[in-house]
Nanobody
Framework: QVHLVESGGGLVQAGGSLRLSCAAS????????VGWFRQAPGKERDFVAS????????YYADSVKGRFTISKDSAKKTVDLQMNSLLPEDTAVYYC??????????????????WGQGTQVTVSL
């Protein structure tokens, strides 16, 4: 069974950068995707970015494309989210998630079966 732990959140000024990391324990088999979602107060959880663990494909929400980059370290079993040019509207709790998904399910949070505890990202003006 996969277990996920996020780290790297914090407070940053608008225009700044943060790097989130998701450490996975357990086995990530072929067909797994690992991604990041976020939830702001009073709002629904939104897809941010995801990648296929055994493939080269990555996926981004339109709102973060060009600013955020998702990457993995297979040896360390980590998935990082580099966030640049941060905006106040990026403020949210960010969650790492993993699941055995097909491509059409990547952006849908319902398909992810394992979630981390979340890390707070706050972007100030």
């Amino acid at each position: 069974q996969v277990h996920l732990v996020e780290s790297g959140g914090g407070l940053v000024q608008a225009g700044g950068s943060l790097r989130l990391s998701c450490a996975a324990s357990g086995s990530l088999y072929s067909g797994y995707a690992v991604g990041w979602f976020r939830q702001a107060p009073g709002k629904e959880r939104d897809f941010v970015a995801s990648l296929k663990w055994n493939g080269g494909s990555s996926y981004y929400a339109d709102s973060v494309k060009g600013r955020f980059t998702i990457s993995k370290d297979s040896a360390k079993k980590t998935v990082d989210l580099q966030m640049n040019s941060l905006l106040p509207e990026d403020t949210a709790v960010y969650y790492c998630a993993a699941g055995r998904l097909i491509t059409s399910e990547i952006r849908n949070g319902r398909g992810y079966t394992t979630w981390g505890q979340g890390t707070q990202v706050t972007v100030s003006l």
